[in-house]
């Protein structure tokens, strides 16, 4: 017998314009492990993966942002504008 393979999932969410301080956010929570995200001006974002149990993990770049997270629970995967301007911004996060 052979054991169960797990597959990947992937979501992409945003890509829209976001004001200042705004952000996406992906549809729901998964065993995300990974988040990308990506502004349209180069602006300053933030990449976060997080539950209300305790988890989050948060990564800055400009332009562009990622963020890992081992921990095995389902989390929300989001991207924030830090920019100063809005920006469209958008997001993927991956199991």
Known sequence: MMAAVA???????????????GYVQSAGAHTFTLNFGAGSNGGRLACQLFNSKGANEVAHGNGSCGVSYGGGQFVW?????ESGVSETVGGEAET
């Open 77 to 81: 995967a989001r991207v924030y504008n």
């Open 7 to 21: 597959l990947a999932f992937s979501e992409q969410y945003g890509f829209y314009e976001i004001g200042n301080n």
